[in-house]
């Protein structure tokens, strides 16, 4: 019987099938050290091609893994294991719709392969498509009856729909099963109950230790093991295993802070001065919410969608698709495009945009838009959707990036590191005010600390912005049943709280943050 090996040696062969193991654990030099040395005559074989498509696309090399992998599919375009490969790198480049089609060819081609209809979930889970996500995450459990990430990621889509209760049951059971599941470990902690024991602990300590665990869930679990010991009142401890957890998952992938900073750089003097945009009546539909995790985006969508007018959509992929679509379609990265645009190339994108977003204004005129990282593209908002309205969002920067670096954020490589995160801090609040300068009417800065300070006032100057008539359901926003499409849905479903400050817990300990945020260690902040 044939098999994705034929061709190879013995010995290639399981190096290969080593290399495989080690990229599903997560451990992208062990399988680099597989594959290293292996002859000039197997280097082309489609398998081997996988494992380095694999093991680019863990490293960030996106557009070199899609390339590598393509080569291998050209000589196996059947393969249902192919497309699944295909579809996870596209998802992890962020072309959704792209990673979508693929794995819906790998679950046709072979109905039985768990692993392709639960690669298919989460592509629909992150392109906020949770009813189809949830279909295909059950079809995963039907195959695989112990795939414990596509049960805790059932259990997590519980917890976006307010059923914390089923969601807590749901992870605690996978954990019965499976001691060293990290998504589930992670989605108690993102539950914000403050539920852990002393046992937990030791468990979740237990867990780190077992080398059987992949890299992924050790990740996980570095992050939930740091909230409890910060909810006992362990700061250092929980300190140590953030850094733990951080330190792990930049061995496969690097941030590289000079290069992002010069391509927001290069984003904003493509916009300034703006270009002649599309007609000023489009965009009126929709409210973008930015700025960085943590800072209080999701509670601003939850005053929005408490309104009578606005559905509060989430964190869609739509705009940098579309802006995506137009640099293939062109044949160069965005921005390099924008100086050729014409107010007609524009309308087109804007148009695109709202097209592929009718669907969520099917109950309510108005949506949000709340995928953080749209303030890169203010510039393209602005040309595209006139009308648009954007809400950059900013909460203390210590506060801010503190909580980045202890939230389990994937894909956000720069919260791994301090000076990393302080670039990246700095990168959007020189756009920020950038925006602000060149578009007063059309972008707010909304502060989180003057909310908590006066939310009647502030509330009340929101719905002005988005010229929305003030409605009392907005300031009872904890009250809706709606679903919540972020890690604080939990959060928002409460009042709002003056005591979500975390960093004063750890004191000096933060000091190397302080410093590279350029602000005063914590001695003289205290005295």
């Known amino acids: 019987m044939a098999t994705r090996l034929d061709g190879l040696t013995p010995t290639t062969a399981r190096r290969v099938v080593a290399a495989g193991e080690s990229l599903d654990a997560g451990r992208v030099e062990e399988a680099m050290r597989q594959l290293a040395g292996i002859e000039r005559n197997e280097a082309q074989h489609p398998e081997i091609l996988r494992m380095h498509a694999g093991i680019l696309g863990m490293r960030g090399q996106h557009r070199d893994a899609i390339a590598v992998m393509r080569e291998a599919m050209a000589m196996r375009p059947d393969d249902p294991v192919y497309h699944n490969t295909l579809g996870s790198l596209q998802g992890q480049a962020g072309d959704y719709d792209s990673a979508i089609e693929s794995l819906r060819r790998s679950c046709e081609l072979q109905p039985g392969l768990g692993m392709a209809w639960y690669n298919l979930g989460v592509m629909l889970t992150r392109s906020v498509r949770n009813d189809e996500a949830t279909a295909a995450l059950q079809r995963a459990v039907e195959l695989e009856p112990r795939h414990m990430q596509a049960r805790a990621l059932l259990a997590d889509i519980l917890r976006m729909q307010g059923h914390a209760d ?31 024991s002393e046992d937990d602990i030791a468990s979740m300590q237990a867990a780190l230790q077992d080398r059987r665990n992949s890299d992924d869930d050790l990740i996980a679990i570095g992050f939930a093991l740091a909230a409890a010991q910060h909810d006992h009142g362990h700061p250092a ?26 391509s927001v750089t290069a984003l904003n003097q493509a916009f300034d001065p703006p270009p002649e945009g599309a007609p000023s009546e489009l965009g009126r539909e929709v409210i973008f919410i930015v700025g960085l995790p943590r800072s209080g985006s999701t509670l601003v969508e939850q005053i929005l969608a408490s309104h009578s007018r606005v559905e509060g959509a989430g964190e869609l992929s739509d705009l940098p698709q579309v802006l995506a679509e137009e640099s293939r379609r062109r044949g160069q990265p965005f921005p390099q495009w924008v100086k050729a645009m014409q107010p007609a190339d524009w309308q087109r994108l804007g148009q695109r945009y709202l097209e592929r977003t009718a669907h969520w204004r099917h109950r309510r005129p108005i949506f949000t838009d709340k995928l953080p990282s749209n303030w890169i593209y203010t510039g393209a908002i602005r040309a595209m959707l006139p009308q648009a309205r954007i809400i950059g969002c900013r909460r203390d920067p210590l506060e801010t990036c503190f909580s980045c670096y202890r939230q389990r954020l994937e894909n956000n490589e720069y919260t791994r590191d301090f000076e990393d995160l302080a670039s990246f801090w700095g990168d959007f609040d020189r756009s920020l005010t950038q925006w602000q300068r060149l578009h007063p009417q059309r972008v707010l800065e909304f502060r989180h600390e003057e909310l908590q300070a006066d939310p009647q006032k502030q509330i009340r100057a929101l719905l002005a912005f988005c010229d929305l008539p003030h409605e009392d359901a907005c300031e009872r926003f904890h009250e809706s049943g709606r679903e919540v499409r972020s890690p604080s849905a939990s959060q928002v479903r409460q009042p709002l709280r003056r005591d979500t400050a975390h960093t004063a817990a750890y004191a000096e300990l933060l000091d190397p943050l302080r410093r590279a945020l350029g602000l005063a260690p914590w001695k003289s902040a205290v005295h």
């Open 237 to 262: 401890a929980a300190l140590r295993a953030i850094e733990q957890a951080n330190n792990l998952a930049r061995r496969r992938r690097h941030w590289d802070r000079a290069a992002f900073s010069a």
């Open 166 to 196: 089923e969601a807590a049951a749901e992870y605690r059971r996978v954990l019965a099963e499976n001691p060293g599941a990290g998504m589930a470990w992670w989605g108690l902690a993102d539950l914000r109950s403050g539920q852990f």
